[in-house]
Nanobody, 122 residues
């Protein structure tokens, strides 16, 4: 099994910064991608930022220039530095890992963390 654990959410004023951290552990052979998604009340879960094996990155248009995703492959970890936060960034942020497990190397599986709340006050 694979576990994904996030940390670093909280309450911050508009214009402030937060850094989210996520680490994957367990029966991991390789990680093909890690990323952050968010879900605001009444809205669908959406991609915030993703980093793919080889360090290619994707960002939602709404966070480009404000958020930066980075990865520590040795630690199976991914980070999201969030600057210039806005009230509309308020959501539960989920970490996702696309993993090839050691016991089944023919496929990749999606694993999700439990989510961490980010609240930006105006």
């Amino acid at each position: 099994q694979v576990q994904v654990v996030e940390s670093g959410g909280g309450l911050v004023q508009s214009g402030g910064s937060l850094r989210l951290s996520c680490a994957a552990s367990g029966n991991i052979f390789s990680i093909n991608a890690m990323g952050w998604y968010r879900e605001a009340p009444g809205k669908e879960r959406e991609l915030v930022a993703r980093i793919i094996s080889g360090n290619s990155t994707n960002y939602a248009d709404s966070v480009k220039g404000r958020f930066t995703i980075s990865r520590d492959s040795a630690k199976n970890a991914v980070y999201l530095q969030m600057n210039s936060l806005k009230p509309e960034d308020t959501a539960v942020y989920y970490c996702n890992a696309v993993v090839v497990v050691t016991t089944w190397r023919n496929s990749q599986f999606n694993y999700w963390g439990q989510g961490t709340q980010v609240t930006v006050s105006s």
